[in-house]
């Protein structure tokens, strides 16, 4: 197996399982925060995209699908263009509100640019540094492997939110 196969595959279990969860929920649904405080399934699925759209438009050098194809706009949240969700306040979490097909309209066309992205990997690809802000400075395979990790995080946790409704 090729390492873009490897990736192509764990990627595309997030859009799967993305689709999964938001499939029959309405708006009540995704906008409800279990224990009135955790994150709603709408901010999990929203923040998935974003953190995914972000880093790998960086490491690819591309412009962010949310900004290019005006998703910012159609989703209309009274945040910063360029915010991802960290460090949200209660408050922000609850300003984060659309419905499935928009949240999966998003995901998709995330999904798709980094599919684009990761088809024309080699191997050697993987050691190019993408961010020296770090010590050791970052690599594509590290930011690719970091990003897989908290968008498969917190996709688990928005279909268990969707279990406890």
């Given at each position: 197996?090729?390492?873009?196969?490897?990736?192509l595959d764990a990627f595309g279990r997030i859009r799967e399982t993305v689709?999964?969860?938001?499939?029959?929920?309405?708006?009540?649904?995704?906008?409800?925060?279990?224990?009135?405080?955790?994150?709603?399934?709408?901010?999990?699925?929203?923040?998935?995209?974003?953190?995914?759209?972000?880093?790998?438009?960086?490491?690819?050098?591309?412009?962010?699908?949310?900004?290019?194809?005006?998703?910012?706009?159609?989703?209309?949240?009274?945040?910063?263009?360029?915010?991802?969700?960290?460090?949200?306040?209660?408050?922000?979490?609850?300003?984060?509100?659309?419905?499935?097909?928009?949240?999966?309209?998003?995901?998709?066309?995330?999904?798709?640019?980094?599919?684009?992205?990761?088809?024309?990997?080699?191997?050697?690809?993987?050691?190019?540094?993408?961010?020296?802000?770090?010590?050791?400075?970052?690599?594509?395979?590290?930011?690719?492997?970091?990003?897989?990790?908290?968008?498969?995080?917190?996709?688990?946790?928005?279909?268990?939110?969707?279990?406890?409704?």
């Amino acid at each position: 197996m090729k390492t873009s196969e490897l990736l192509l595959d764990a990627f595309g279990r997030i859009r799967e399982t993305v689709e999964a969860t938001l499939e029959g929920l309405d708006g009540a649904s995704l906008a409800r925060r279990p224990a009135g405080t955790g994150n709603s399934i709408a901010w999990l699925i929203w923040h998935l995209g974003r953190v995914e759209d972000a880093q790998v438009a960086d490491a690819a050098g591309l412009e962010q699908v949310w900004t290019g194809q005006g998703f910012v706009k159609r989703f209309g949240l009274p945040l910063p263009e360029r915010d991802t969700g960290y460090g949200h306040s209660s408050e922000q979490v609850d300003a984060v509100q659309a419905e499935a097909e928009l949240l999966l309209e998003y995901y998709d066309a995330v999904h798709r640019q980094t599919k684009d992205f990761l088809e024309g990997l080699g191997d050697g690809d993987l050691d190019r540094i993408v961010d020296r802000r770090w010590d050791p400075p970052v690599t594509l395979g590290v930011r690719l492997v970091s990003t897989l990790a908290d968008c498969l995080q917190h996709v688990g946790q928005a279909a268990y939110a969707k279990g406890l409704r």
